[in-house]
């Protein structure tokens, strides 16, 4: 009869045992605001510069249960999410010139109902990636299992890595991201993952424009000095110039030049190059569309409507097109009409050479 009842002690006894700890997927997030298109600039990034931010992704307290010896925490991407590491926490994308980033905070409180010497306090930043981090341990006399409150949280980031990004770029994510395990003596289990929903994928737009043309030469030719007795604007010549866009571009101009002294209307006429026996008494103007541009200011010359976000505990915003269907800026194809004219700014002309130059700087975004 004793024997029996050894047998079925033996037998009862595995009933107690636990499978590594206990609370599969139980702090689980959810990231609702991926845009499905942001807008990013056309040139190159200086490495590490945030191109979009999630913002601290929150949700509410739960639980990890019946942990045996040291438990580590371990965190992984998932899915094949990220590549190779770059540096600082970022990680390789599908995408040429983008990296990603997901900073985790645990907040592990360290108690469980009475019991609060297994696990330390935790509410520092993470990152997918590290090394595993040591949590805890069951402590105290006959004290099997350790087990602890915890609300994580996460903070998703795509980070140029530096020179510029092609044109409509797709970054795809698959389900789930990442995935935070509690490892302990008997196993390891995924007690937080970082999903998607809504939207998967966003596209990063860089906006910008090529130029048709590096170089501009207005000849204006021969002009007698006596036509700028009955006017003050004498000569004219043309030229075109072709903008090739992302659609929604915005676009703005500055011509760097010397200003002429003497009457100059609004700063927009250049004083004449020094040379020997140049004329007097009169400027160049470069005017668009036929009105004369102002010297070293920024001029608009094409914007977008667009929509500018940042997300709560973000450390950077991003924009998108507020009506893509009719977003506004550049179109695909701009025609610049440019032409110059002699302006007199002196009570009399001398005649001589009268030549000009100046920069035109677009700036693109």
């Not at 845009?35 to 590490?48: F, M, R």
């Not at 993470?126 to 996460?154: E, M, Q, R, W």
């Not at 659609?247 to 190059?273: E, F, I, K, Q, Y």
């Amino acid at each position: 009869m004793k024997k029996l009842i050894l047998l079925l002690i033996l037998a009862l006894c595995p009933v107690y045992s636990w499978a590594a700890c206990t609370g599969t997927n139980y702090g689980d997030v959810s990231m609702t605001n991926l845009p499905e298109k942001i807008l990013v600039n056309a040139g190159s990034y200086t490495a590490g510069t945030v191109l979009y931010d999630s913002g601290k992704i929150t949700r509410s307290q739960t639980e990890l249960l019946n942990c045996e010896g040291s438990t580590y925490a371990v965190f992984a991407w998932s899915s094949n999410n990220a590549g190779a590491l770059i540096g600082d926490n970022i990680y390789a994308t599908s995408v040429q010139g983008i990296g990603i980033r997901v900073k985790v905070w645990l907040n592990i409180s360290g108690e469980y109902g009475d019991d609060t010497d297994d696990f330390s306090p935790d509410s520092q930043v993470h990152y997918i990636g590290d090394v595993n981090y040591y949590l805890g341990k069951p402590t105290g006399l006959f004290d099997s299992f350790a087990s602890t409150h915890y609300t994580p949280a996460y903070q998703l980031q795509l980070v140029a890595t530096g020179g510029a990004i092609a044109s409509k770029s797709q970054l795809s994510f698959s389900d789930p991201v990442t995935t935070v395990s509690a490892k302990d003596k008997k196993g390891t289990i995924a007690i937080s993952q970082l999903h998607i929903s809504g939207t998967t994928s966003i596209q990063l737009i860089p906006m910008g424009c090529i130029v048709g043309s590096n170089n501009l030469s207005f000849s204006m030719g021969s002009i007698n000095a006596s036509e700028f007795n009955t006017a003050t604007k004498v000569g004219s010549a043309r030229q075109s110039l072709s903008l090739s866009c992302e659609p929604g571009t915005n676009v703005s101009m500055r011509v760097a030049a010397a200003s002429a002294s003497g009457d100059n209307p609004d700063n927009t006429v250049m004083a004449l190059t020094a040379e020997q026996n140049a004329a007097t008494g009169v400027g160049v103007q470069l005017n668009l569309n036929g009105k004369a541009l102002p010297l070293n200011t920024d001029i608009s010359l094409y914007t977008s409507s667009r929509t500018t976000v940042t997300n709560s505990g973000a450390d950077a915003s991003y924009s998108y097109f507020t009506n893509p269907d009719s977003p506004g800026g550049a179109a695909a194809m701009q025609t610049l009409a440019l032409s110059t004219n002699y302006y007199r700014t002196g009570s009399a002309v001398t005649a001589g050479t009268a030549n000009a130059t100046g920069v035109i700087t677009f700036t693109y975004n």
